[in-house]
T-cell receptor, first 112, second 113 residues
Framework: GENVEQHPSTLSVQEGDSAVIKCTYS??????FPWYKQELGKRPQLIIDIRSNVGEKKDQRIAVTLNKTAKHFSLHITETQPEDSAVYFCAARGRNNNDMRFGAGTRLTVKP | DGGITQSPKYLFRKEGQNVTLSCEQN?????MYWYRQDPGQGLRLIYY???????QKGDIAEGYSVSREKKESFPLTVTSAQKNPTAFYLC????????????FGSGTRLTVV
């Protein structure tokens, strides 16, 4: 099955700076890569996703890039704000819907 | 509440007790999942179900049981065989017809007392 590694585990940035979180996956057949944001004690919420036929996707201050050859994908947050502080999870779907694997999470802190 | 409801929000279990966590969705999703979340370990799959009256073990099914008698409902029982049940439990659902990722419930925090 799929295996996903996520780095860094914690990230602290100043308000207005950019933040980058990276994930690698193992299954070359994986074709769907979502990113979730989870605030303390709350449910993970999908913030952006990318499919394997696309190299980059952007939604306002958030972007995701995918390198299928290297089997890694990254989340980029620009102009960070204190409300961006949360735990971010990457995930990769393997050969079927039930083979979704999550990274261990990155705790992002944006300092005002 | 996002179409998928978990209850209770907090649950306390005594040693040797079985407890059941509820998960209900009104999204008409085919597939439902249970994940366990521990600090620093991400989400680990306990059980999943793609269709009524059928379910499959995930990576950490030991000490847990589920049922899927209705499409909308996928309760999880944490049995006394689960030696370390203190964790945050998340239920999720998705449509098999067009996969757009999971919709998560708000979670149940289970604590052993």
């Amino acid at each position: 099955g799929e295996n996903v590694e996520q780095h860094p585990s914690t990230l602290s940035v100043q308000e207005g700076d950019s933040a980058v979180i990276k994930c690698t996956y193992s299954d070359s057949a994986s074709n769907y890569f979502p990113w979730y944001k989870q605030e303390l004690g709350k449910r993970p919420q999908l913030i952006i996703d990318i499919r394997s036929n696309v190299g980059e996707k952007k939604d306002q201050r958030i972007a995701v890039t995918l390198n299928k050859t290297a089997k890694h994908f990254s989340l980029h947050i620009t102009e960070t704000q204190p409300e961006d502080s949360a735990v971010y999870f990457c995930a990769a779907r393997g050969r079927n819907n039930n083979d979704m694997r999550f990274g261990a999470g990155t705790r992002l802190t944006v300092k005002p | 509440d996002g179409g998928i409801t978990q209850s209770p929000k907090y649950l306390f279990r005594k040693e040797g007790q079985n407890v059941t966590l509820s998960c209900e969705q009104n999204l008409n999703h085919d597939a439902m999942y249970w994940y366990r979340q521990d600090p620093g370990q991400g989400l680990r799959l306990i059980y999943y179900s793609q269709i009524v009256n059928d379910f499959q073990k995930g990576d950490i099914a030991e000490g847990y049981s589920v049922s899927r008698e209705k499409k909308e409902s996928f309760p999880l029982t944490v049995t006394s065989a689960q030696k370390n049940p203190t964790a945050f439990y998340l239920c999720a659902s998705t449509s098999d017809r067009y996969f757009v990722g999971y919709t998560f419930g708000s979670g149940t925090r289970l604590t052993v007392v």
